[in-house]
């Protein structure tokens, strides 16, 4: 199924979710609800801190607290079963396409896919050197492969 139909698949509220649950991992009403208020509380103390001492504020076209709000009060109907079938299916092909990217580092790729996640989480999303190790030989074998695919190419 194309990517197109994939989201093309999703309801309005669901469609507003995918960002979140593909950049956040966020797939269940529960999740949303914990993950997205602490964040929201994050996104409103920097705001808060950034107009105090800049005295700047962030123009409406990008202000996320609308949306977070909105998610909140729609935990339900956003983070469905549909939803997170379908934000995984989209992160396999994002992470697919990224191993296939030559001109993307290992380590860039890593940080890429899971700094999101760590930023939210704080020290519990924070990966273990084991598991930092694991995912950059994940994605050195995934810039080989690609590596190959465009020798291939050439030699046509």
Sequence with gaps: MSRRQNVGSLNHVER??????????????E???QWLSTHLERVEQARAER????????????????EF???????????????ASVAKQE???AAKVGRLDPGVSADAAVRRRYVAQAELLGDAGVL???????????AEKGVK????????????
């Design 128 to 138: 273990t050197d084991e598991q930092a190790k694991a995912a950059v030989r994940e």
């Design 69 to 83: 709000e909105f998610l909140l009060a729609h935990a339900n109907e956003a983070f469905t079963p549909k939803l």
């Design 51 to 66: 107009e105090a001492t800049t005295g700047k504020s962030i123009p409406s076209k990008q202000n996320e607290i609308p």
């Design 145 to 156: 492969e690609a590596e190959a695919v465009k020798r291939s190419r050439e030699a046509i």
């Design 31 to 33: 999740a949303a609800r």
């Design 16 to 29: 507003r979710a995918l960002k979140y649950a593909m950049e956040f991992g966020i797939h269940t009403p």
């Design 91 to 93: 992160g396999e092909r």
